[in-house]
């Protein structure tokens, strides 16, 4: 709440027990909002327990999408659903894993700043893990800072972060923190019963840790019924209101809506000693109606090589939503393994589609696949987007076909290409580490006068996120400008170009950067808005 007194900012946790992939992040996305339509100021952080780094280097199978913050931080993609549902950015200091608290601890112990003493997980990584989690509160900024804590309770791996939770909640004091436990209610249909055992174990375990949560959300595929919610609450030492369930919903965007009709932020409230104010949440209540009851549904083909795994393009996936709400409709993503498309099959593939997408990626693994796609895409005039290595595809694809360089590729997927149109950066030439050296976060762009990125954007510079190490090759920029590819935006600084775009095309960009980083519930990404908007008067 922006107030001028200097109350001590409050902590919320949340863990997660019985299965993983709950919801924890869209738990704590919907209270951030909740506590956000209430006037205060509120901030995410998440802690996973795996030892990398930062997912970066994890392949998507592995964790499904990596995010990129405003500072150039490679996170978990529940940041997304963070700044998706919160509207504000994250930063480094918002997602923290196992990997960067020893590496830390254990820079210290190099430098001796322990002075010799034996380093421990109690009190050193504890201290770490604390440290952490104070960091994004003791700015000052924000009246409650989230923590969600990866894993689910039990796991090995998370027992320090919960030590580091029971240390943290005896030292801020009474009334000052409060753990939220999400956790399974299993219904079990030979006997038609919702089970109620997993969860008092997980609390149980909780307990054994030394960490009483104050509150619930049990997740659950049926209602629960009063009984099995006072039956939870006795034996798990919680009080009746502040047992809340998390059904399924059609949308993810309706949690905050459904907590809200159970006063859920109203108890958190309550026991954090906060008053309450009067809830506004009457965009949000807007936009869910539009996700919920579209007036048209449009087939947009997204291409990619991790087809079979959605959570991989996850952020393009939610920017979709927020563009078909905007435009009254809804976004049936069709996803096209493009290891699978060839000519033969490439008309039956996409040729019922309003538009095409080619998404990001790394390797050669599918790429002629998508090259054929953005051919599809240019000569039959469906709207068309491509997306960091998808905007490199309309380059290869334009200079074979248009350019008539028959040979032309990127140096990523053949280094002795005779026409190398896409090639390595000068800067990424020397480098052989691959965690977080890549071109990340944050980067301007000035827009080219009478452009279509200029009209869509409805300005002369714009900043957008990156991840990448290849580029366009500015050695070839004029061939393709007299071609017919007009070159829409470049980086002021590095003369980069950022933006591709066709004239003679309804609707035809390639973006270098990833603009569906940027959008959320509140301020729908423009790029995709008007891609849907052609794509609706496509198939108008």
């Given at each position: 709440m922006n107030t001028t007194d200097k109350r001590q900012t409050k902590y919320i946790f949340v863990t997660g027990g019985v299965a993983s992939s709950l919801g924890k992040g869209i738990i704590s996305s919907s209270l951030a909002r909740l506590l956000l339509g209430r006037g205060y100021t509120v901030t995410i952080q998440k802690l996973d327990p795996y030892i990398n780094v930062d997912p970066g280097t994890l392949n998507p199978y592995e964790h499904g999408e990596c995010y990129v913050t405003e500072d150039g931080a490679e996170t978990d993609l529940d940041l997304g659903h963070y700044e998706r549902f919160t509207n504000t950015h994250t930063s480094q200091a918002n997602n923290v894993t196992t990997g960067r608290i020893y590496?830390?601890?254990?820079?210290?112990?190099?430098?001796?700043?322990?002075?010799?003493?034996?380093?421990?997980?109690?009190?050193?990584?504890?201290?770490?893990?604390?440290?952490?989690?104070?960091?994004?509160?003791?700015?000052?900024?924000?009246?409650?800072?989230?923590?969600?804590?990866?894993?689910?309770?039990?796991?090995?791996?998370?027992?320090?972060?919960?030590?580091?939770?029971?240390?943290?909640?005896?030292?801020?004091?009474?009334?000052?923190?409060?753990?939220?436990?999400?956790?399974?209610?299993?219904?079990?249909?030979?006997?038609?019963?919702?089970?109620?055992?997993?969860?008092?174990?997980?609390?149980?375990?909780?307990?054994?840790?030394?960490?009483?949560?104050?509150?619930?959300?049990?997740?659950?595929?049926?209602?629960?019924?009063?009984?099995?919610?006072?039956?939870?609450?006795?034996?798990?030492?919680?009080?009746?209101?502040?047992?809340?369930?998390?059904?399924?919903?059609?949308?993810i965007y309706e949690v905050p809506l459904r907590l809200l009709e159970q006063n859920f932020d109203l108890v958190a409230l309550r026991k954090l000693g906060l008053p309450a104010p009067e809830s506004d949440l009457k965009e949000w209540t807007e936009f869910v109606d539009k996700v919920k009851n579209p007036k048209r549904e449009i087939k947009i083909a997204l291409i990619g090589k991790y087809t079979e795994l959605p959570d991989a393009y996850k952020s393009i996936a939610e920017a979709f939503v927020h563009a078909g709400a905007t435009n009254h409709a809804k976004v049936r993503l069709e996803y096209v393994n493009s290891e699978k498309i060839t000519p033969q099959s490439i008309d039956r593939t996409l040729g019922q589609m309003c538009g095409i997408l080619v998404a990001p990626g790394f390797g050669h693994r599918g790429i002629e696949g998508k090259i054929l796609a953005v051919e599809y895409a240019r000569t039959r005039k469906i709207p068309f987007m491509g997306i960091c290595l998808g905007m490199q595809c309309c380059v290869i694809e334009y200079a074979r076909n248009v350019l008539g360089y028959a040979d032309a590729n990127s140096t990523e997927m053949e280094t002795a290409t005779a026409y190398p149109v896409i090639d390595i950066m000068e800067e990424q030439k020397n480098i052989t580490e691959k965690g977080g050296t890549m071109r990340l976060g944050a980067y301007p762009c000035k827009l080219t006068e009478g452009s279509r990125a200029q009209t869509i954007y409805g300005a002369e510079e714009i900043s957008e996120r990156h991840r990448h190490r290849y580029e366009f090759n500015n050695k070839y920029m004029q061939a393709f400008q007299e071609a017919g590819l007009k070159i829409a935006g470049i980086n002021p600084a590095t003369g980069l170009v950022e933006i591709v775009e066709i004239e003679d095309h309804p609707w035809f960009v390639g973006v270098q950067f990833h603009p569906e980083y940027k959008s959320t519930v509140l301020n729908p990404h423009p790029l995709f808005v008007s891609f849907i908007k052609a794509a609706l008067d496509h198939c108008n």
């Open positions: 590496q830390s601890v254990i820079n210290k112990e190099r430098r001796g700043d322990f002075l010799g003493k034996t380093v421990q997980v109690i009190p050193h990584i504890t201290d770490e893990i604390k440290r952490r989690i104070m960091l994004v509160g003791n700015k000052g900024e924000y009246d409650i800072v989230i923590t969600e804590i990866g894993g689910t309770v039990g796991d090995i791996e998370s027992l320090p972060y919960i030590e580091a939770v029971r240390q943290l909640r005896y030292q801020l004091g009474a009334g000052n923190s409060l753990v939220i436990h999400l956790t399974l209610i299993p219904y079990m249909a030979a006997s038609g019963e919702l089970k109620t055992k997993p969860t008092q174990h997980s609390v149980k375990t909780l307990l054994e840790n030394g960490v009483q949560p104050d509150m619930l959300v049990l997740r659950t595929e049926k209602e629960l019924t009063a009984d099995v919610r006072s039956k939870v609450a006795l034996f798990c030492n919680v009080e009746p209101d502040a047992v809340a369930q998390s059904i399924d919903v059609p949308t």
